[in-house]
């Protein structure tokens, strides 16, 4: 959250924050805390005025910046696992409703324990970009539904 503070200094025209949920769909104990920690991103951002699509514009409801409802951001790498593989030279389990998965970070690392390096949270900001955008729409309806909320903002 300090990072997004810093963020208010200027003026922008959007903000999107991605953050694991840290628990399945149907968590609302998570879910809950989820939603409070983008009510006070949402409260602390200073938009640009110069947007049509800044949060205190009276058509604009306040929750301008949009979560990306996943349990945990590896299930991304269970939706796509071929950049994944080849970084780390394994196969992963072909899983086909990979929100559905548990534990998909344990699973990730199991699955490089024998390896010469074993997963960490780290390792996801050089292979988010290699990820196939078709397969996480067709694999993740989270994926799909945030798509969807970010074409509807970005028409206005």
């Given at each position: 959250l300090r990072?997004?503070?810093?963020?208010?200094?200027?003026?922008?025209?959007?903000?999107?924050?991605?953050?694991?949920?840290?628990?399945?769909r149907n968590d609302q104990h998570?879910?809950?805390?989820?939603?409070?920690?983008?009510r006070k991103v949402n409260a602390s951002v200073n938009f640009s005025t110069r947007s049509s699509r800044r949060v205190d514009a009276p058509s604009r409801p306040r929750n301008f910046v949009r979560l990306l409802f996943i349990y945990e951001l590896e299930v991304l790498f269970l939706a796509d696992p071929q950049p994944f593989e080849e970084y780390f030279e394994v196969r992963l389990p072909r899983i086909p409703e990979p929100e559905t998965v548990v534990e998909p970070k344990e699973l990730l690392r199991t699955a490089t324990y024998q390896g010469a390096e074993i997963y960490a949270e780290h390792h996801a900001r050089?292979?988010?970009?290699?990820?196939?955008?078709?397969?996480?729409i067709e694999q993740l309806p989270s994926f799909t539904r945030f798509i969807k909320d970010l074409e509807a903002i970005l028409k206005e």
């Amino acid at each position: 959250l300090r990072r997004i503070m810093e963020v208010q200094r200027e003026n922008i025209d959007a903000l999107i924050v991605v953050r694991d949920l840290d628990g399945l769909r149907n968590d609302q104990h998570q879910l809950a805390l989820r939603k409070e920690f983008f009510r006070k991103v949402n409260a602390s951002v200073n938009f640009s005025t110069r947007s049509s699509r800044r949060v205190d514009a009276p058509s604009r409801p306040r929750n301008f910046v949009r979560l990306l409802f996943i349990y945990e951001l590896e299930v991304l790498f269970l939706a796509d696992p071929q950049p994944f593989e080849e970084y780390f030279e394994v196969r992963l389990p072909r899983i086909p409703e990979p929100e559905t998965v548990v534990e998909p970070k344990e699973l990730l690392r199991t699955a490089t324990y024998q390896g010469a390096e074993i997963y960490a949270e780290h390792h996801a900001r050089h292979l988010l970009p290699k990820l196939d955008f078709n397969l996480l729409i067709e694999q993740l309806p989270s994926f799909t539904r945030f798509i969807k909320d970010l074409e509807a903002i970005l028409k206005e």
